[in-house]
C-alpha cells in the first residue's frame, strides 16, 4: 500500500527556510517517480520539482537554484529543502508519487498518489 505523510510546514519570514519532510511506505519508493507540488488559493496545483528512480530531477523554473529535492530509500523518506523563500512561494505542499515515466516529473495529472499536504506561508 502506497502511503505518503508530509510535515515541516510552517510560517516564515522572506528570505527564510524550511525543510518539507514525505514520509512514504517501502513501496513508494519502488515507484518510478516523486515529487513536490503545490495549490496557492485560487490557483491549480503546479509542479514544482521531481525526482525519478535514477535520481534525475527536474525543478520549475520558479524555484531553482532556490529548493533541492532528496531522498533517503533507506528512510523511506523525500525532502524538500527550501531557501530564500518568497511570499509568492505561500501554499498548501503536496508529496506525490507516480508509477510510469508518461507525462514527466511535473504534471500533476500523471502522478498516482498523493499525501494530504502541508501549508507553508511566507511573510514579507
Known amino acids: 500500500q502506497v502511503q505518503l505523510v508530509e510535515s515541516g510546514g510552517g510560517s516564515v519570514q522572506a528570505g527564510g527556510s524550511l525543510r518539507l519532510s514525505c514520509a512514504g511506505s517501502?513501496?513508494?519508493?519502488?515507484?518510478?517517480?516523486m515529487g513536490w507540488f503545490r495549490q496557492a488559493p485560487g490557483k491549480e496545483r503546479e509542479g514544482v520539482v521531481g525526482?525519478?528512480?535514477?535520481?534525475?530531477?527536474t525543478y520549475a523554473p520558479s524555484v531553482a537554484g532556490r529548493f533541492t529535492i532528496s531522498k533517503d530509500s533507506a528512510k523511506n523518506t523525500l525532502y524538500l529543502e527550501m531557501n530564500s523563500l518568497k511570499p509568492e512561494d505561500t501554499a498548501v505542499y503536496y508529496c506525490?508519487?507516480?508509477?510510469?515515466?508518461?507525462?514527466?516529473?511535473?504534471?500533476?495529472?500523471?502522478?498516482?498518489?498523493w499525501g494530504q499536504g502541508t501549508q507553508v506561508t511566507v511573510y514579507s
Open positions: 506525490a508519487a507516480g508509477r510510469q515515466a508518461r507525462g514527466g516529473l511535473l504534471s500533476a495529472a500523471f502522478f498516482d498518489y
Open positions: 517501502a513501496s513508494t519508493f519502488n515507484l518510478y517517480k
Open positions: 525526482i525519478d528512480h535514477s535520481d534525475r530531477t
